[in-house]
């Protein structure tokens, strides 16, 4: 079982990626946050019960994926595991990709929804990474 966390503000977002992800038992459990801040504390809240997988959303109001994206990267080298990071926007301007892509922690960056190809690549990146 791999858990999974997703940082989006968007309900709607929330609820595809419910949808699309019933099935996966993989993928269990699931946390929601719709707050990039939110989520970050919960690094520190909860050292032992990181996950292993954080889909996260640029485009949010007040703590946005990018702020999340900074504070992960004074966090991450003291995390024992790195979880795998993966961002989706419905940003079509290659700038935020490139830009997501430029730290070295973050491992793809797809288009928003969420889609069932997408998450059974994730889950074999998963699996891979489990095995070494």
Known sequence: ???????????????????????????????HSYDGEEALKS????PSDHPDVIFLDIRMPRFDGWDFLQGFNNLQPSLPVKPLLYVFSSSIDPTDRERALSYDFVTGFF????????????LNACIERSKL
């Open 111 to 122: 288009s928003k929804p969420v889609s069932r190809p997408v998450l059974e690549q994730v």
């Open 1 to 31: 079982m791999f858990k999974l966390l997703f940082i989006d503000d968007s309900k709607l977002d929330h609820i595809i990626l419910d949808k699309i992800i019933a099935g996966i038992e993989a993928f269990n459990p699931i946390t």
């Open 43 to 46: 690094f520190s809240d909860n």
